[in-house]
């Protein structure tokens, strides 16, 4: 059993959960995620691992309150428990020293994209942030982000906070003005999809995290399935990041519509 030792509420439907998982903590790296149970016979829930602490033996999860399952882990409390916490599961990010790198999230795919900013800045990159939602109550993470940001551009689509307009528009704003050597972009599909095309005009090597559409995340469904670069791949095995230039998308979101 996995101990929740705390919680905070981002808004009203996406919870922090900081979780006791302390062999996950040790051994995982950016990009990694876990497999998650509310009770004995709950449904298996794949989310990121947005941080840990080796020294406390925790992790941190964020969860969007979705559905029925999702709603079970948010409405835990701190002291009760997890029934299962399974991981780190997926494939790590690929973390090197290349210059300028932009990290571009959008509402709550700013939480896997947190470990991501902490390690590209550790290796010596300029890392500029954007974070994008619908409105300003939307944004997380940013204090969180911004210690290892050497600037953070805030977008929100009603302009309540920072500047108004979509996510693409900050990140082209930073490849207007310097070079930029790599894009990672994490949030809906949709996003990911106008970002990789934005800077495949500008010719910009850009990573993608494909979690929204996982569901068993050990390669045995088949559900996570898409196609990059002509192939078909596993998202929870193969990934969960690509190359962004090389996904479908427009698949990727026809089959996203078939779980609503």
Known sequence: MNKILEKEYFSEKVVKLVVEAPSIATSRKPGHFVIVRACEHGERIPLTIADADTARGTITLVIQNVGVSTEKICALEPGECLADVVGPLGQATHIAKVGTVVCCGGGVGVAPLLPIIKAMKEAGNKVVTVLAARTKDLIILEDQVRPYSDEVIIMTDDGSYGTKGLVTAGVESVIAREK?????????????????????????????????????????????????????RFVCIDGPEFDAHKVDFDEMMMRLRSYN
Do not use: H, W
């Open 180 to 232: 930029v050597d790599q894009v990672v972009t994490i949030g809906p599909a949709i996003m990911m999809k106008f970002v990789a095309q934005l800077t495949a005009k500008y010719e910009v090597p850009t990573m993608c995290s494909l979690n929204t559409i996982m569901v068993d995340g050990t390669g045995m469904c088949g559900a996570c399935r898409i196609t990059v670069d002509g192939k078909m």
